[in-house]
Antibody, heavy 120, light 109 residues
């Protein structure tokens, strides 16, 4: 079954850390760039980070740069997002998304999301 | 940084009517423009990639057009399940990040 399954979300205090995971199945994970996209409650979609297929190239949205680290383990078909120095404004549903097969500038597979609440 | 502006913010229509959604880019994005549908409590679903190509399993009533800075998503005849929020999105080779528009909510009139 072709799917992405996120885990690791929860409730954390400001300044603390958390690691999200995204388990991939049903496709050749190592062939695709992978992204994290988040959505604050009642708001639109916001791109967060990307890691290239081989893991050598990463890129971040400005507000998370220096605080979040994206990585992947192609032997485990898993994507990660290490989030440090969390802020209340990081509260959101976090989705992992796969770059498209036919249209690689789009995301043709999304996970169901994992929620993060940053609150004291 | 490319900014995507979607209009209108809300579209109130009846089932069977035609929906026309707009996405304007602050500079040319060539044809690197995608459309997504999102229903409450669900993840986004890819509808259209590269401006005009329907994703796998997407009904023919959904079509995309445009290039450069102006893009349109058309739903030819709204079905009850089409009432949702729609987002446009751009990504390029470098920088490899993505940009989303603010969304258009298609609601039942």
């Amino acid at each position: 079954q072709v799917q992405l399954v996120e885990s690791g979300g929860g409730v954390v205090q400001p300044g603390r850390s958390l690691r999200l995971s995204c388990a991939a199945s049903g496709f050749t994970f190592r062939n695709h760039g992978m992204h994290w996209v988040r959505q604050a409650p009642g708001k639109g979609l916001e791109w967060v980070s990307v890691v290239a297929a081989a893991g050598s190239v990463t890129y971040y949205e400005d507000s998370v740069k220096g605080r979040f680290t994206i990585s992947r383990d192609n032997s485990k078909n898993t994507l990660y997002l290490q989030m440090d120095s969390l802020r209340t404004e990081d509260t959101a549903m976090y989705y992992c998304a796969k770059e498209g097969d036919a249209g690689r500038y789009s995301f043709d597979l999304w996970g169901q999301g994992t929620p993060l609440t940053v609150s004291s | 940084e490319i900014v995507l502006t979607q209009s209108p913010a809300t579209l109130s229509l009846s089932p069977g009517e035609r929906a026309t959604l707009s996405c304007r880019a602050s500079q040319s994005v060539n044809s690197h423009l995608a459309w997504y549908q999102q229903k409450p409590g669900q993840a986004p679903r890819l509808l259209i990639y590269d401006a005009s190509n329907r994703a796998t399993g997407i009904p023919a009533r959904f079509s995309g057009s445009g290039s450069g800075t102006d893009f349109t998503l058309t739903i030819s005849s709204l079905e009850p399940e089409d009432f949702a929020v729609y987002y446009c999105q751009h990504r390029d080779n470098w920088p490899p990040g993505a940009t989303f528009g603010g969304g258009t909510k298609v609601e039942i009139k």
